[in-house]
């Protein structure tokens, strides 16, 4: 449940601009489709951008309000997982709301550290022995490293890997939240209640 405050008012009527000028766009690009000089791919192109610059905010908004109210971290997270993405490192964050998730996992290395960017970014990286299984985070604590979580037995795209399917597995079970970094592609999703959520993640903004 997301509560309505400023800063979702603010985001609404960030999000009503992008849409009205999308719509503005499309609507000039359907008019001038006779046109013989029209370059229909690059006009495509910039509604693309569009499209990515507002699912950026829309992304960023909403997994931080799904975490806040149960871990105080989600700058820290930010900061590791694009670092993380732009690196192509492969990560795997299991943060825990109201559902206790240990009965469901392969219990990895106890850690019980303060959330950090850069022990996180650490954790993931490469022939780090931490690196492959997931961080599992409660609250302020990174609890524990290199835990096996459930797979889902859900038909999934092929292109998914082992750290999706596991996302896709815990998130179906419980309602935590499971953030992933493709090794593969670097690129960034959420996982809540067995769905994947592509993630830009832009900088947060302070709460006042």
């Known amino acids: 449940m997301i509560h309505r405050t400023n800063e979702e008012v603010i985001f ?7 849409l009205m000028k999308i719509m503005k766009d499309a609507s000039g690009i359907l008019d001038s489709l006779g046109e013989t000089e029209q370059c229909l791919l690059c006009e495509l192109e910039s509604l693309h951008d569009e499209f990515n610059e507002m699912h950026a905010e829309a992304s960023s908004f909403y997994l931080q309000a799904y975490m ?12 590791a997982i694009e670092n993380l993405s732009k690196q192509k490192h492969g990560a795997l964050i299991v943060i825990q709301r109201r559902d206790e998730v240990e009965d469901f996992i392969q219990k990895g290395t106890n850690l019980h550290a303060k959330i950090s960017a850069s022990l ?7 022939g780090n022995p931490l690196h492959d299984g997931a961080l599992l985070v409660k609250e302020n604590t990174l609890v524990s490293a290199a835990n096996v979580l459930p797979l889902t037995s859900k038909k999934v795209s092929p292109t998914l890997g082992t750290r999706h399917r596991a996302a896709i597995g815990l998130s179906g079970m419980t309602d935590a939240l ?21 993630l830009t993640v832009k900088e947060p903004k302070i709460r006042k």
């Open 12 to 18: 609404k009527a960030d999000m009503r601009t992008h």
């Open 68 to 79: 806040e109210e149960f871990t105080p971290g989600f700058a820290q997270f930010s900061l």
């Open 178 to 198: 499971v953030l992933v970094v493709s090794e593969e592609t670097g690129k960034m999703t959420f996982a809540k209640e067995g769905v994947l959520y592509p």
């Open 120 to 126: 996180i970014e650490s954790i993931f990286y490469p």
